[in-house]
Each structure stands twice: as C-alpha cells, then as structure tokens.
C-alpha cells in the first residue's frame, strides 16, 4: 500500500468517540456523569477499559448516538478492532454481555510472530488474531457472509491509540516517542541543576515501561513517567528499583507515593514542588495524576501528526509522523458505508487529547489531519 491522502477521525467517527473520562465529544450524548444514577455507578470512581462498568457506559452511548443518527433499528451485532489481547477483548466481551450483542473481534500487532487464528469465546462471540493489518480485509468479508457488517443492526467500536492510529507493530513507536519526550519535557522544565540527557532518559522510561514494572505502574503512563521523573533525578538508582518492585516492596501508583515520603527531604525542589501536586491528584484517586505531563504529551503528539511533506516516502512516515492505519481506515468506512454506526475507544485522558486553555485555536487530537498509510513495514 501507498500514501493515499491524509484525514482526522472527525472525519467518520464525528464526535462520536470517547476518551478515558468517558465524556464523548458530541455534547448532544450522555456523559457517564448522566448515566451514573441510571446504572446504579458510584460517584467516586471511573471505570478502566477491561472492566466491566466501562462497557455498560460505553454500550449506553453507543445505543443513544444510534438514535442521534436516526436508526430505527435495534442493535443486535457488534464489530469492535483493537490491538491488545487484555484490554481490547476485554471491552468487547464485556460489550456483548453488558449489551447483550452478538460480536466479532479483529485483534492486530504486527510486532509479532507471523499469526492468523480464530477463536470462539462464547455466548456468540468470537476473536480473530493476527499479526498483519492487512487482514482486516478478510475480517470484513467474512463478516459479511456471517452477516455482521452489512446493515444498520451492527455498532462498530474501533480503539484509537495504536490500531486506527499508529498501527501496533508498524507505527506505535512514534506514539511512544512522542510520551518519551513529553516526559523529557517536563523533567527539563524544573529548576533543579543538571538533568540526564534524553537518550539516558530514553533508556530509563523505556525501562519501567516494561510489563515486569506493572506492579508499580498499572500500565498507567502517568506512573510510568513520573517514575522513570524520580529516577533521573537521582531519587533511586533504576537496578534498585526494579529490586524493590520485584520484591513487592513497592506496588502502584500510590505505593510510589509512600516510598518518596520516607526520603522527602532529599529531593530537589523543584521535584518537591511537582510531587506535592502529584501526591494531591494520587491521594483523591484521579486516574490522571501527573498533569503536566499529559499536557506535554498532548503537544508533543500533534506535533507528529501531519507534519511530513506529502512527498516524504512511506518509511519515514511511519518512522517519524503518528499516521491513520489505512486498512483500519477502510475497513470501517465501509461498514459505515453500509449503515453501521461507528463508535470510537481511546483510553487517552482528555489533558492528552484536548490543547490547553492557553491555546485557544489549537485542534484537538480527533481534529488533526495527517496521512493515511497502509502496508506491512
């Protein structure tokens, strides 16, 4: 596949997508602040993607941009693409039982060995994994033989980060780059003397933002760069941290928090002054904790989408610009083309996603144009 063109996921999903505060974009939909009585959700808490709870908001917006859209029919079928086993399966098995839907499952991540299966999960669900984007192409005809795909009875949910943009195994490197170095941003801000350089930095957050440090991070990126913050200011040594995470002496986010209590007073100030405001946001559960850096990440990842020349050859493309997945990109504009309704995933907090207060003309992430490229690196 070739450069085609470029566009923004405004262009098929509208403003019918949510981030991680499950507040979708089109103000016309009921926000999970709206649906909590009706679903009997507690006030204090935000459902994370593999539970349970997020997929009953997720299916109740869905069942309302339905009616926005102005179908009349019912919902009986769900199409849901994604890049990760956990979280992904997760959403979508719980859409189907939460909805009570019939649904099939496109999982991709070409980093992998070279994979193609299909498996029944159950209760009228089933998975396809691959380790090629390209075969989403077959997924989509085989659901229309099956008949999902094909008229206005089907919802299709596409996560966002790393499958319609910055393709898992072919472009989400870039995605991480931009997190990397919106992390190296906010560490180069404080006042503090002389920090490590951004390829030490690099090798550090590369690091903790392995699977063997998810007892401390959650898989949460605002633990993984506010960790790998304390350990290029000499907080702790990465070894040694890596040591007590192993050992359970250190677990999650709030755990971090307990652990940078008992050396206070050998920080930096300029770090004291960011863990002060950190340790707020942990201790009143926001899932957001370190702000700052989700405000940097947000301008470090538009500043990587759309950027290159319409010229530049398809391998820098995928090496230096965050692009649309083109088989992803085709694949659900037809089933919209045959009626279904699209619904988008990201799990991306809204400081990621949305520019500042201060920036008033700047776009939002689902309004940035940048090019559509398809085929296997």
């Given amino acids: 596949m070739m450069i085609r063109s470029s566009g923004a996921l405004q262009d098929l999903l509208g403003g019918f997508l949510v981030y991680r505060s499950l507040v979708p974009v089109d103000d016309r939909l009921p926000t999970i602040g709206d649906l909590r009585p009706t679903l009997g959700l507690g006030a204090d808490r935000l459902p994370r993607k593999a539970e349970f709870d997020y997929a009953r908001v997720v299916g109740e917006i869905a069942r309302e941009a339905r009616v926005l859209s102005g179908i009349s029919k019912g919902t009986t ?13 997760s959403a979508f098995s719980n859409l189907c039982a939460a909805m009570g839907w019939t649904g099939h499952a496109f999982i991709a991540d070409e980093a992998g060995a070279a994979a193609h299966e299909v498996r029944q999960l159950g209760d009228g669900q089933q998975l396809t994994i691959s380790s090629r984007w390209c075969d989403i192409e077959k997924f989509v005809n085989d659901g229309w033989a099956a008949g999902f795909g094909c008229d206005e009875e089907t919802v299709v949910v596409v996560d966002i980060d790393k499958t319609l943009v910055g393709a ?28 490590t350089d951004e390829t030490s930095f690099k090798r550090i957050y590369d690091r903790i933002n392995d699977p063997i440090f998810h007892p401390l991070t959650e898989d949460n990126q605002d633990a993984v760069a506010y960790s790998s913050l304390l350990v290029a200011c000499g907080w702790m040594s990465l070894d040694e941290l890596a040591a007590r995470v192993g050992q359970g002496w250190i677990c999650g986010f709030k755990g971090l928090m307990d652990e940078v209590a008992k050396t206070w007073s050998s920080l930096p100030s300029g770090i004291i002054r960011l863990h002060e405001a950190v340790r707020e946001q942990v201790e009143a559960g926001n899932p957001t904790p370190f702000v700052a850096f989700r405000h940097a990440e947000y301008r470090c990842t538009a500043e990587r989408m759309g950027h290159l020349p319409d010229g530049t050859s398809r391998e820098t493309m995928l090496d230096e610009e965050i692009v649309i997945t083109e088989e992803v990109w085709q694949a659900i504009g037809t089933w919209q083309a045959r009626g279904c309704l699209l619904f988008g995933l990201s799990d991306k907090p809204d400081e990621a996603c949305f520019p500042p207060a201060d920036c008033p003309d700047a776009l939002p992430i689902h309004g940035i144009r940048t090019h559509i490229v398809g085929g296997r690196r």
């Fill in 77 to 89: 079928r769900l199409l849901f693409v994604g890049d990760t086993m956990r979280n992904d399966v």
């Fill in 168 to 195: 898992r195994g072919r472009n989400d490197h870039v995605i991480d780059k931009a997190r990397q170095r919106a992390a190296y941003e906010v560490v180069q801000h404080l006042d503090d003397g002389a920090w």
